[in-house]
């Protein structure tokens, strides 16, 4: 039973279009992030939520936008997809680091190619 | 502005050799110091973390030393095996405000040979 899961694991697609990825973990966690790898394996993070609450969003894009609907999934919505947008996406979960969570667990990643 | 400094980007070693990757902080209110090992095609898994109220840490091959003094820690990985190359990233985080961050270095890609 996977802990954090993602879908897809790969997406190809057009610069300009939109497109989601979905995340979803069973850890009970309510911390979640999204996380961009690029080529040279560089993990940045890009936004955080608690409890469905953003609490970083570092500098990116406002093309991207993540959504919780309850704090077991954290989806990222991409517009206007460029091709620098091409990277791998992880999403991760945590227990509240506030309250003593240390282990974050990742999802298998999203590899996004944009043509 | 990078927290986690990380080296070397990359290491060859030999099959029972010692791997070393070097990760300098810059943030004291760091209190919680991770390493985690990711595979081709997978996410980053935990491997070992640390705290930095002990100044080493073994867990079976892999052990963590840690100075306080100088923010920098390490990762030691003893009788390196081929199945240990994947790519390794030191992390920070802390328990304070704003504590949500888990900065990571920018990864050592460790090929063993055999």
């Known amino acids: 039973d996977t802990a954090v899961s993602q879908t897809p694991k790969y997406l190809v697609t057009q610069m300009g279009n939109d497109k989601s990825i979905k995340c979803e973990q069973n850890?009970?966690?309510?911390?979640m992030y999204w996380y961009k790898q690029d080529s040279k394996k560089f993990l940045k993070i890009m936004f955080s939520?608690?409890?469905?609450?953003?609490?970083i969003n570092e500098t990116v894009p406002n093309r991207f936008s993540p959504k919780s609907p309850d704090k077991a999934h954290l989806n990222l919505h991409i517009n206007s997809l460029e091709l620098g947008d091409s990277a791998v996406y992880f999403c991760a979960s945590r227990q509240n680091p506030r309250q003593g969570g240390t282990e974050a667990f990742f999802g298998q990643g999203t590899r996004l190619t944009v043509v | 502005q990078q927290q986690v400094k990380q080296s070397p980007q990359s290491l060859i070693v030999q099959k029972g050799g010692i791997s070393i990757i070097n990760c300098a902080y810059e943030n004291t209110a760091f209190d919680y110091f991770p390493w985690y090992q990711q595979f081709p095609g997978k996410g980053p898994a935990l491997l070992i973390a640390i705290r930095p109220d002990v100044s080493e840490k073994k867990e079976g091959r892999f052990t963590i030393s840690f100075n306080k003094s100088a923010k920098q820690f390490s990762l030691h990985i003893m009788d390196s095996q081929p199945g240990d190359s994947a790519t390794y990233f030191c992390?920070?985080?802390?328990?304070?405000?704003?504590?949500?961050?888990?900065?990571f270095g920018k990864g050592t890609k460790l090929s063993v040979i055999p």
């Open positions: 939520y608690n409890n469905k609450e953003l609490i």
């Open positions: 850890l009970g966690h309510d911390t």
């Open positions: 992390a920070a985080s802390y328990s304070g405000a704003g504590s949500y961050q888990l900065t």
